[in-house]
């Protein structure tokens, strides 16, 4: 066996492949199968207190309705006068009017079979001829003091026996709230129980009963189960029903069951499910057959492609390694030929197209060589037009200063110095310092030209002021902020430029308290920041843009504008770059 392996790659590399993957396959089908009968009993569960909802709901609806039924019988005008009047109940005409009002409402409602008035000295006053009643097995007529519901119970009338709940409250004068006597409205446990048949539950194979407070069962899907206790048919159970309000349990006593129960707060009723935990086997056993048939199917394909793709990784592979170990380290890399779409055809694709990629690294290299010429030649042009202005301003200063016209000389001079920097003696560097004393000198001459509308703070690492960056860098936020920002305030601004190091970096912050801008604003200034080449060579321009390619050139990606901004609170633009000494920077 191990010279059979031994002398195949083949051989060696298809069985190590499937049994690597006849593992991974086999736990998971054993995980899926256990999540998706986990998964199957939680939606029958649901399924289950869904169904038990919409009982439950029917449930509360009757109960309201009786309630309502009562009150509206104590508090009609002919029913007081008849039970104020004990002559009345000896009067035939009297009591056929009352069994008549009385009748007219049963036969609204379907599910009550009965209503009966009480008098403390008279004979009971019903809908129905009964002939036998088992209610006083239960409960005295004249011991209610208050609202109830019974037990179930049975009666005999002229359409045989029944099995009856009965509603039961005191029936009180509304003048002197005295006892006249008892009203009763009985509910047919028959027709109440077609509730819980529609919806089916556990598709048809479960039980629904209906319990009071103490347990008695008072209406259920099986007539065996009527008049028992819930403990008897299930013991314990009630033990295990500890959410108040709804819940599911596993019942183990005589057979696994899933019991679900929904509680109806307005009488302590509470709705029981029980669902064979045959259902959930069933369902299991098809689950369990789909998996064991998937992952058997899984097996025999990925053998199949196992094979195949093994037998087209060896000859590939030698054409490849040959290929490899003729490389020239002078020469640009040999093209593969390739005839396949698999792991090695992806392998020799990317080896093709690594020599692309060089090339491509090459191309790049020397465009973002001509791009950075192109921002020096953009910043240079900005120190042309200054540079025969300055020698022009010079003379306008002195002229100034000759007639005592300080403002002008001031004017002119801060302008002077201004475009002094800015030529730089063609120096793309400069100390921070000396970057801020430019932008002074730009202040100054906006000041003089909008008196009282701004102010500047300047916030600066002392120790920084002699650290080296490229120029000509801050001006162009200042007056950005100074254009867009404070100049649109109807009063006067604040910029506040904040140099301070973090690390190894100088973070530069130019802040102001103007207009600001909406999202959607902000959103197309940051896209405008990085144009294509052709946007470039289109709009050289000295704003925002111009300054981000210059970062982005000289000191790389990280090193990009971040503009934050707020409509009428302001804008915050914030750059860092590394701290260089004067060796690390080119002229």
């Known amino acids: 066996m191990g010279r059979w392996m031994g002398y195949s790659l083949q051989r060696k590399l298809s069985l190590i492949i499937l049994l690597l993957t006849l593992i991974p396959l086999l736990f998971l089908g054993i995980y899926a199968y256990i999540i998706s009968s986990r998964t199957t009993e939680e939606k029958m569960k649901q399924s ?37 009047d004990p002559a009345a109940w000896e009067n035939v005409g009297a009591r056929t009017k009352i069994v008549g009002l009385v009748t007219n409402l049963v036969t609204s409602k379907n599910y009550i079979t009965d209503i009966t008035l009480y008098h403390e000295h008279a004979e009971a006053l019903s809908t129905r001829s009964i002939y036998h009643s088992d209610l006083e097995k239960h409960i005295r007529i004249a011991d209610v003091t208050d609202k109830m519901w019974t037990e179930l119970y049975g009666i005999e009338s002229y359409s045989g026996h029944k099995e009856v709940i009965s509603f039961i409250r005191p029936l009180r004068s509304i003048n002197n709230y005295t006892n006249l006597g008892w009203l009763s409205i009985s509910l047919d446990e028959r027709i109440i129980s077609r509730y819980w048949s529609e919806p089916k539950l556990g598709e048809g194979h479960g039980e629904v009963a209906l319990i ?24 314990g159970l009630l033990a295990q029903m500890n959410d108040p309000s709804h819940g599911a349990v596993q019942y183990q006593g005589g057979g696994k069951k899933t019991v679900l129960y929904y509680q109806e707060p307005l009488v302590g009723w509470t709705l029981v499910g029980v669902i064979p935990y045959e259902i959930y086997s069933e369902q299991n056993a ?8 998937t992952v058997a199917i899984s097996v025999l394909v990925n ?28 020469e640009p890399l040999p093209v593969y030929t390739n005839h396949s779409d698999d792991e090695i055809g992806r392998l020799a694709q990317s080896y093709n197209m690594l020599g692309k990629h060089i090339k491509q690294l090459k191309e790049q290299l020397i465009r973002n060589e001509v791009r950075k010429k192109q921002a020096d030649m953009y910043a240079l042009q900005a120190q042309i037009n200054p540079h025969f202005l300055y020698n022009t301003l010079s003379s306008i200063h002195w002229i100034a200063l000759m007639t005592e016209e300080r403002r002008i000389a001031d004017m002119v001079g801060a302008l002077s110095d201004f475009l002094r920097f800015s030529l730089n003696k063609g120096k793309e560097f400069c100390p921070v310092h000396q970057e801020l004393t430019h932008i002074r000198c730009y202040m100054q001459v906006q000041s003089i030209r909008f008196p009282d509308k701004f102010e500047v703070d300047y916030v600066v690492d002392a120790q920084l002021n002699d650290k080296l960056m490229l120029k000509l860098l801050l001006q162009p936020l200042v007056e950005n902020a100074m254009i867009h920002g404070i100049q649109k305030r109807p009063d006067k601004g604040r910029i506040v430029v904040c140099v301070e190091r973090k690390g190894e970096r100088m973070v530069f912050q130019v802040v102001d308290d103007g207009v600001g801008m909406t999202e959607e604003q902000l959103e197309l200034i940051i896209a405008n920041l990085t144009p294509s080449d052709e946007e470039w060579r289109v709009q050289p321009g000295y704003g925002l843009r111009n300054v981000n390619e210059r970062l982005l050139l000289h000191y790389g990606p990280e090193a990009g504008l971040q503009i934050e901004s707020r409509p009428q609170a302001g804008t915050r633009i914030t750059f860092s770059i590394p701290i260089r000494e004067d060796s690390q920077c080119e002229s």
């Not at 069962?217 to 048919?233: F, H, M, P, V, Y």
């Open 48 to 84: 289950g207190l869904d169904t038990l909802r919409q009982m439950q709901g029917n449930l509360r609806f009757i109960v309201r309705d009786v309630e309502s039924m009562s009150l509206f019988l104590i508090g009609q005008s002919d029913i007081q006068q008849f039970m104020r």
């Open 212 to 235: 009071n407070s103490e347990g008695k069962i008072l209406s259920a899907t099986d007539s065996r189960w009527l008049g028992q206790s819930i403990n008897e048919r299930y013991p």
């Open 286 to 293: 098809y689950i369990l057959k789909l998996t064991a048939t």
């Open 303 to 330: 053998a199949g492609l196992i094979l195949f793709i093994v037998s087209r990784i060896t000859n590939p592979l030698k054409v490849l390694t040959r290929l490899l170990s003729k490389v020239d380290p002078d």
